[in-house]
């Protein structure tokens, strides 16, 4: 069965920290790894990562996956309030259809 | 550009009741993907069209839930009849396929919030 595992479950820093966010997965046939931010109700898109060692960047978020060892981290430097989310990973796989199996996620609460 | 629009935003019911939600995706967008989102848990998939055929709906509870999207553009799940487990955030999403065939990243609706009490 397929299985991604998100760590930290939920983390409260301050304005201005760096945190790092955590995704393991095992699934077969795997095509992409996904980050997406959750703050009410909607997912919004962050990354799509298929190829191990190339880092994503997006102003202060950035994320890197390692297929060799079955993990993606998300970080996030000089957090602001607005970062305070559900943080989700999801892996996606290839074949006849792109089953998408998503994480626990991971709040995060940026206090100032 | 328009995003994934559904409705209604919140429902209310009692269990044994049915429900519908709708979907309308992004313009374009071939794949269609109806999540469960449970309160503290990530989202989970129900079913996943591409235009109008089913491609996977390996989760859906078959015997209360149903789907279609008939002309391979708006979508529309039902319920029948409700259980109080089924109290969740029903998620649409679509994507683009691409000129390979593979679909791009997925942009979500805003759900649906349905409490069965």
């Known amino acids: 069965e397929d299985k991604v595992v998100q760590s930290p479950l939920s983390l409260v820093v301050h304005e201005g920290d760096t945190v790092t966010l955590n995704c393991s997965y095992e699934?077969?046939?795997?095509?992409?790894l996904l980050w997406y931010k959750q703050e009410k109700k909607a997912p919004t898109f962050l990354f799509m990562l298929?190829?191990?060692?190339i880092e994503k960047k997006s102003g202060r978020l950035s994320s890197i996956l390692d297929k060799k060892e079955l993990f993606s981290i998300l970080n996030i430097t000089a957090t602001q309030t607005g970062d305070s989310a559900v943080y989700l990973c999801?892996?996606?796989?290839?074949?006849?259809?792109?089953?998408?199996?998503f994480g626990i996620g991971t709040k995060l609460q940026v206090i100032p | 550009e328009a995003g994934v629009a559904q409705s209604p935003r919140y429902k209310i019911i009692e269990k044994r009741q049915s429900v519908a939600f709708w979907c309308n995706p992004i313009?374009?967008?071939?794949?269609l993907y109806w999540y469960q989102q449970i309160l503290g848990q990530g989202p989970k998939l129900l079913i996943q069209f591409q235009n109008n055929g089913v491609v996977d709906d390996s989760q859906l509870p078959k015997d209360r839930f149903s789907a279609e999207r008939l002309k391979g553009v708006d979508s529309t799940l039902k319920i029948q009849p409700a259980k109080l487990e089924d109290s969740a955030v029903y998620l649409c999403?679509?994507?683009?396929?691409?000129?390979?065939?593979?679909?791009?990243?997925?942009?979500f609706g805003q759900g649906t919030r349905l409490t069965v009490v």
């Open positions: 298929t190829s191990s060692g």
């Open positions: 999403a679509s994507s683009l396929t691409d000129l390979q065939g593979t679909n791009t990243e997925a942009f």
């Open positions: 699934v077969t046939n795997f095509r992409s």
């Open positions: 313009s374009g967008h071939a794949t």
């Open positions: 999801a892996v996606e796989k290839a074949g006849g259809y792109q089953k998408v199996t």
